[in-house]
C-alpha cells in the first residue's frame, strides 16, 4: 500500500483546520480508498483515518500506524503511554501526546 500525499488536493480543509483548531501542521494522505489527515498541535499528534466505502482493514491500520507514529512522529517528543485510540469502522482516530520534557 501506497501512503501519498495530496495536501495540495485539500487547500480549503487545510485552510480551515488551521484557522478554526490549535494545529501548527496539517497534511492530507491518501492510500487508495482510505484518506488520512495527519495534524501537529503544540500539546498532540493527530491521525484520523477514515474509508467512505468500506471498513477499514486491520492491515491498512498498521500500515498507516507504522507510517506516522514510527517514521514520521519524532520518538523523543511523544508521550507513548498515553496514546489514544478511537476506533470504528470506517473511522480510526489516534491521538498522541507530546511529551512535556
Given at each position: 500500500?501506497?501512503?501519498?500525499?495530496?495536501?495540495?488536493?485539500?487547500?480549503?480543509?487545510v485552510?480551515?483546520?488551521?484557522?478554526?483548531?490549535?494545529?501548527?501542521?496539517?497534511?492530507?494522505?491518501?492510500?487508495?480508498?482510505?484518506d488520512?489527515?495527519?495534524?501537529?498541535?503544540?500539546?498532540?499528534?493527530?491521525?484520523?483515518?477514515s474509508?467512505?466505502?468500506?471498513?477499514?482493514?486491520?492491515?491498512?491500520?498498521?500500515q498507516?500506524?507504522?507510517?506516522?507514529?514510527?517514521?514520521?512522529?519524532?520518538?523523543?517528543d511523544?508521550?507513548?503511554?498515553?496514546?489514544?485510540?478511537?476506533?470504528?469502522?470506517?473511522?480510526?482516530?489516534?491521538?498522541?501526546?507530546?511529551?512535556g520534557?
Amino acid at each position: 500500500m501506497k501512503i501519498i500525499n495530496v495536501t495540495n488536493n485539500h487547500r480549503g480543509l487545510v485552510r480551515e483546520q488551521l484557522r478554526n483548531t490549535d494545529a501548527e501542521l496539517v497534511e492530507v494522505y491518501s492510500a487508495g480508498n482510505t484518506d488520512v489527515i495527519y495534524t501537529k498541535a503544540p500539546s498532540h499528534h493527530e491521525i484520523v483515518v477514515s474509508n467512505k466505502h468500506r471498513a477499514i482493514r486491520p492491515d491498512e491500520r498498521k500500515q498507516i500506524k507504522s507510517f506516522f507514529v514510527d517514521k514520521r512522529i519524532d520518538q523523543t517528543d511523544i508521550d507513548r503511554d498515553n496514546i489514544s485510540l478511537i476506533e470504528t469502522p470506517n473511522l480510526i482516530e489516534i491521538s498522541i501526546p507530546i511529551s512535556g520534557e
